[in-house]
């Protein structure tokens, strides 16, 4: 990112998870309650693991705002763990005697970072790696992204989510484009009380369900597919001009880095691969106020920019590492051949997923409307926000300014 720096610190059973976002403009202004709400968000869904009973996730700000408004200063926060409490030994900061330390890990799982890790730092303890490597590291994006949310809603651009697949069961299966089934009140609904699984096909979330189920009856794991969709968001962001200024190389990465993607696509994604043009590009539509397109195809996104249409991004999500049947391991202090380490673990990740995935996606796009706009104050930003806007609805403007 070039205008927005996130960094964050913390072991999924330390103390806390904690975050610095620098680069956030004056005058936004920050409601905790909202950041509050996507930190619950991110605990919800059917198949998650006992930990979610255990933690109920609140912001603690430690500096950047006053009187609930940002200062232009980094913005520091902190989300205290309360399974810290049965973890003070295990997770001592101090030194203690090694006697009194617990057994280490050494069995690595299959598809996690342990053995990877515990050779990259030459330790035969995984639990020196798999706690950074934890998906609780996701927390202090999620609120990072939380505030990118509210200065992206002041600036008319909206960010919702939902789960598409859950194992073999995929909602609005028949349908080319899922989004047209996708309504208003169910982002509404969906935003304060959302279903099980967050799916807006009611017949394929029952059927999802199901599979939760079965996996969990055979001691397994089960992938799956979440959709982003950001919608208000301004034409230009982003740059065809290199790279690593591209929004869509933005948007993947982003969703890459998030534990357990193992696949992006924008738009229609990797069906472009049996396409021809006049299948897959986006006509632009004569009838409208502006620059507006018949379909999406592309995802909102062109020539590494945003288009006007909404921002789809989808993300494949592999089984999660941790089976409570484990598969054959090897142990990494001895050699011996064995069962993988068994961690407390979730059977499905999607819904959670899926606001890990808002809040990445919201960073994203805060930083690029940063980049491309400036302003070291929120009306600065907005004001400039405003001038792009007018020229994105009157072509004719667009064209004289040539």
């Keep these: 990112m070039r205008r927005l720096r996130l960094l964050t610190a913390g072991e999924s059973h330390g103390p806390a998870v904690s975050g610095v976002l620098e680069g956030l403009p004056y005058g936004l202004q920050v409601s905790t309650a909202a950041v509050d709400r996507d930190l619950a968000r991110r605990q919800h869904g059917y198949g998650s693991g006992r930990r979610m009973l255990i933690e109920r996730d609140r912001v603690t700000w ?75 590291s996701t927390a202090p994006r999620v609120l990072a992204g939380a505030v990118c949310r509210q200065l992206l809603a002041a600036a008319g651009v909206r960010i919702w989510s939902y789960v598409e697949q859950v194992g073999s069961v995929r909602a609005f299966p028949t349908v080319e484009d899922p989004l047209t089934c996708v309504t208003d009140a169910w982002v509404a609904t ?93 006509e632009l539509d004569a009838t409208s106020d502006g620059w507006a397109r018949r379909t999406n195809r592309a995802g909102g996104v062109e020539g590494g920019m945003s288009n006007g249409m909404p921002i789809v991004v989808r993300a494949a999500v ?51 409307l940063l980049t491309s706009f400036g302003g070291d104050t929120m009306s600065d930003l907005l004001a400039a926000v405003r001038r792009r806007r007018r020229r994105s609805t009157q072509p004719s403007v667009a064209v004289a300014a040539r």
């Design 62 to 136: 430690m500096a950047g705002l006053r009187f609930g408004r940002t200062l232009g200063s980094p913005l520091a926060f902190r989300i205290d763990n309360l399974d810290w409490v049965q973890w003070q030994e295990r997770m001592a900061i101090e030194p203690i005697p090694v006697a009194r330390r617990p057994r280490p890990v050494t069995r690595a799982r299959p598809g996690h970072a342990d053995l990877a890790g515990a050779i990259k730092y030459g330790t035969s303890d995984v639990r020196d790696v798999l706690e950074r490597a934890s998906a609780r």
């Design 190 to 282: 969906d935003l304060a009380h959302p279903t099980p699984l967050r799916c807006p096909d009611a017949d394929a979330e029952r059927r999802m369900v199901v599979e939760v189920d079965q996996a969990r009856a055979a001691g397994d794991s089960v992938g799956g597919a979440f959709v982003v969709v950001s919608e208000g968001v301004p034409i230009g962001l982003g740059s065809s001009s290199e790279w690593d200024t591209r929004l869509d190389a933005g948007l993947a990465a982003a969703i890459m880095g998030i534990p357990a993607v193992k696949g992006v696509g924008l738009g229609a994604g990797f069906d472009v691969a049996g396409r021809w043009g006049s299948q897959m590009h986006d």
């Design 318 to 368: 592999k089984p999660v590492s941790t089976l409570r049947r484990p598969l054959g391991s090897v142990d990494i202090a001895t050699g011996e051949p064995g069962r993988a380490h068994i961690e407390r673990s979730d059977i499905a990740i999607m819904p959670r997923a899926a606001i890990v995935g808002e809040g990445m996606v919201a960073l994203v796009l805060a930083d690029l």
